[in-house]
């Protein structure tokens, strides 16, 4: 399947001061497939060398006790039969079981620059944090992270985008320019791509669930295997956790992100998921949902914004779910109720900004949302080229009541609308709606700060 990260691989590989690569990302999002199966076969055919640090017990063995890179590639070119150069990919798999891989970056950086090496797995940041604390500063064995001496992105479940482009190439083709020429489509066209949104909805952006839903067209089929990746999700908890509490905490936590942004204030509530707990209480079980990319974090912003954008009060916060698929799994609700005529009084307004969060992060937004006096509230609130743009979801047609109040207090480019409705644009009121199918386009022109009218 097409992924949007291999551009960034084919950047990485014709830079002649390439570092290491570490790819990040949350178990399952497709970093393996990416890495070995898309890149590697197609730039490096036959000239790559793969590890997989899970199985291959003998080279994980040997990496854990040296990070010296000429030692490990010597073994490696005598192990795999196969002499490694400037020629040959070398790929670290699951390096989560083998932390000491990722400290031997910074020699196969400072000695062997000219050798390309990438490192992955899907709890990597956790393990490294757990040997660095168990290891402690005063030990001259402690882990070294190899800070300045390696490039580094983040794999994330597919986005909007990159679903269309593998179901229905001819409708994103078309979607994609009608962005680009800032026209709306098409009623008809219009309607065909919201239903792919709502599709998608179901599904998510976890590789296995898009593929079984591409090459059947079976939603339930997908169901079926978010509900086995959302449960293994939960037994890692068990895995990379150093203590019972913190691991009943973590999956308590995880298991009620929809309950906590159902209520009416959708901010990160303890008291609804244990009698009397703290905020702080869930603090580390936050962290490591975070580090490991299951769970997204947005910060409230006070009424009046200074740039950079920063908490202005960091125990108000909402988290949202990595993948919009497990989110509305974990809501409970029927999954016909994303196909049905009457899906737009069933689904609450909460899946959408679900989904927009998401959108948001796999373009490396941080998330905050901004809440006023009342009950004036924007969803979102990014800042590109220093330059403001408030996002309000709607899952209807609704009016942005909370805008004027917002525009009291802060100077904004032009705000954002993202709801059902076609694409437009208001200059007196310097308001943009977009169509849901936009936004994949919208979060990467911000990101890029590349945003126009």
């Not at 999002?29 to 790559?48: R, W």
């Not at 006790?65 to 039969?81: D, M, P, R």
């Not at 239903?195 to 591409?214: D, S, T």
């Not at 295997?225 to 037994?235: A, E, G, I, M, T």
Request: aromatic share 12%.
């Amino acid at each position: 399947m097409k992924r949007n990260a291999l551009q960034k691989l084919i950047e990485w590989n014709n830079n002649k001061r390439k570092k290491p690569m570490i790819v990040w990302g949350a178990r399952q999002v497709g970093k393996t497939y990416l890495v070995k199966d898309i890149f590697a076969e197609t730039y490096y055919k036959d000239n790559y060398i793969y590890i997989d640090c899970k199985i291959e017990d003998e080279v994980r063995d040997f990496c854990t006790k040296t990070a010296n890179a000429k030692k490990i590639i010597e073994y490696i070119s005598l192990l795999k039969g196969k002499q490694i150069d400037e020629n040959t990919l070398l790929i670290f798999d699951e390096v989560q079981e083998c932390p000491n891989i990722v400290s031997s970056l910074k020699y196969f950086c400072q000695d062997f620059r000219q050798i390309p090496v990438i490192a992955t797995g899907s709890m990597v940041r956790i393990k490294i944090q757990r040997e660095t604390h168990k290891r402690g500063s005063g030990n001259d064995g402690k882990f070294l992270f190899p800070v300045g001496k390696i490039n580094q992105i983040t794999i994330y479940p597919m986005t909007f985008d990159e679903f269309l482009m593998n179901s229905n190439s001819m409708l994103y083709d078309t979607i994609k320019k009608a962005y680009e020429n800032k026209t709306p489509l098409d009623t008809n066209i219009h309607e065909l791509a919201m239903e792919q949104v709502y599709k998608y909805l179901l599904v998510g952006g976890m590789p296995e669930a898009v593929e079984a839903y591409i090459d059947g067209e079976n939603l339930f089929e997908s169901r079926e295997l978010l509900k086995v990746l959302y449960d293994n999700y939960l037994s890692d908890m068990e895995l990379y956790q150093a203590s019972p509490e913190a691991i009943l905490r973590s999956r308590t936590l995880f298991t009620n992100i929809f309950n906590e942004l159902n209520k009416e204030s959708k901010n990160f509530s303890p008291g609804l998921i244990e009698e009397k707990s703290k905020t702080r209480d869930y603090a580390t079980s936050i962290q490591w949902l975070t580090m490991a990319h299951i769970v997204n974090q947005s910060f409230q912003l006070k009424e009046h914004i200074t740039m950079p954008l920063m908490p202005d009060n960091e125990s108000n916060f909402r988290l949202f779910l990595g993948d919009i698929g497990m989110f509305s799994y974990q809501s409970g609700i029927n999954a016909s109720s994303f196909i049905s005529s009457k899906r737009d009084n069933t689904l609450s307004g909460i899946f959408f900004e679900n989904f927009v969060a998401n959108e948001l992060i796999a373009k490396e937004h941080k998330l905050f949302y901004w809440k006023g006096r009342a009950s004036a509230e924007l969803e979102f609130i990014v800042e590109s080229n220093n330059k403001l743009y408030p996002i309000d979801v709607k899952k209807g047609k609704g009016t942005l009541n909370s805008l004027e109040k917002f525009a009291n207090h802060n100077k904004f480019e032009y705000a954002i609308k993202v709801s059902k409705n076609n694409y437009g644009y208001n200059s007196e009121r310097k308001l943009l709606t977009i169509p849901f199918y936009f936004i994949s386009f919208v979060a990467k022109d911000l990101a890029d700060g590349t945003m126009s009218v």
